[in-house]
């Protein structure tokens, strides 16, 4: 049993600017098992927080009580970096400010980790192959960059992913219904997870062009398993991006259910014993990603949205109106925004005034766009 808060220092690039990134390590040392999860990556999505400020103490309590069969690395905040990005009196969060990058972009892929040498290595044995991979990650994530605080960062957060085997990252999105980003060949496992935590929909892409953080840790086992057909070298690891409602559904006892319904989730995994908790539902199957319209505003507007979250349309109802602002019509002409498939609408901007290329809901179908290519995500 041990549970141990750990802090950081990551060193500023400027005078004054050093940040503390604090995190948990929970449950037996030698655990078999490792569970990652993150919160608020963007830091402006913050139900995260409380979801794992609630999953902590239940996490602890189980620790005490010697019922986790896995080790739990819990990041409440990840990125305190984010958390200090306010502008005019307004949190941002989304993007790193000196480089522009979206936090949930670019994560590096993890296949420069394997060098040939370590493929000539690998054996019959899934489980000896397995730990030869996780060395070589470690050795590799030990070896980051740790120049800038950026690189501080990022190399503290893929040290302690690399060797996961679950890797959960908690997100929220705009005005939404929970959802679930994974790839298809963890359809199964994440239709469990909907199960307990109400999803909506579980999205299925296998590379969404974006390298986002959920997206990284399975990539390089799939290319290895792909490129030494004659190895055994199975999965080991469940990735997911979670998002948990809308950036304004921070609530406290909305989110003590929530970590309730993850506990439940892991209870199910076999990952920690005791009482049952949470409560388990039935959600709706997965669905390619490339079926889920990003509804996307033409110009700059005002939105009338004609849809609740939830609401099913059929391909060419009314979403939403733009009220135009400016021109010979301004204040006068509305433009209708068609839904282009026909689904559940599971999310809406909660800023009403947009601009040209906003995506303004997204609309989970069964049918393949084609106008769903090359990056499916939405910025
Ligand atoms: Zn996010």
Not at 52 to 64: E, S, T, V
Not at 192 to 211: I, K, M, P, V
Not at 237 to 255: I, K, P, Q, S
Not at 331 to 337: E, N, S
Request: proline share 5%; with cysteine; aromatic share 8%.
């Amino acid at each position: 049993m041990s549970c141990d808060r750990i802090s950081k220092v990551l060193v500023g690039d400027t005078p004054g600017r050093s940040t503390e990134l604090n995190y948990f390590r929970i449950g037996p040392a030698d655990a078999t098992q490792k569970v990652y999860l993150q919160a608020a990556l963007h830091a402006d999505e913050q139900p995260g927080i409380l979801i794992l400020h609630h999953l902590l103490q239940l996490l602890r309590d189980a620790d005490a009580a010697g019922e986790l069969n896995a080790q739990f690395v819990l990041f409440p905040m990840v990125n305190p970096l984010g958390m200090g990005d306010i502008e005019f009196g307004q949190h941002q969060g989304r993007y790193n400010r000196s480089s522009g990058v979206n936090h949930n972009r670019d994560w590096p892929v993890l296949y420069d980790a394997v060098s040939p040498g370590l493929v000539a290595k690998l054996g019959a044995d899934a489980a000896e192959n397995i730990l030869l991979i996780r060395d070589a990650l470690r050795e590799w994530a030990a070896n980051l960059p740790r120049v800038t605080a950026f690189e501080q960062w990022r190399r503290c957060v893929i040290s302690e992913a690399c060797d996961a085997d679950y890797v959960f990252d908690v997100h929220c999105a705009d005005d939404s219904l929970v959802h679930i980003f994974t790839i298809p060949q963890q359809a199964e496992n994440m239709q469990q997870l909907a199960n307990w935590t109400g999803a909506a929909a579980t999205l299925l892409a296998e590379d969404t062009g974006g390298g986002s953080f959920d997206e990284v840790w399975p990539t390089v086992w799939l290319r290895l398993a792909g490129e030494c057909p004659d190895k055994p070298l199975p999965l080991p690891v469940v990735t997911c991006t979670l998002e948990y409602r809308g950036n304004f559904d921070t609530f406290d006892n909305l989110n003590r259910q929530d970590a309730q319904n993850l506990y439940g989730y892991f209870q199910e995994q076999g990952l920690i014993e005791g009482e049952p908790r949470g409560q388990k539902g039935a959600a709706p199957a997965p669905t390619d990603l490339r079926a889920t319209e990003y509804l996307r505003a033409p110009q700059a507007g005002l939105l009338a949205y004609y849809v609740e979250l939830g609401d099913r349309v059929e391909k060419g109802d009314r979403v939403a109106d733009l009220i135009q602002l400016d021109g010979e019509e301004a204040f006068v002409a509305r433009i209708p925004l068609l839904a282009g498939t026909s689904g559940q609408v599971i999310s809406r901007q909660i800023n009403k005034y947009v601009w040209a290329n906003a995506n303004i809901s997204k609309i989970v179908g069964t049918e393949i766009l084609e106008s769903r290519d090359g990056n499916l995500l939405s910025d």
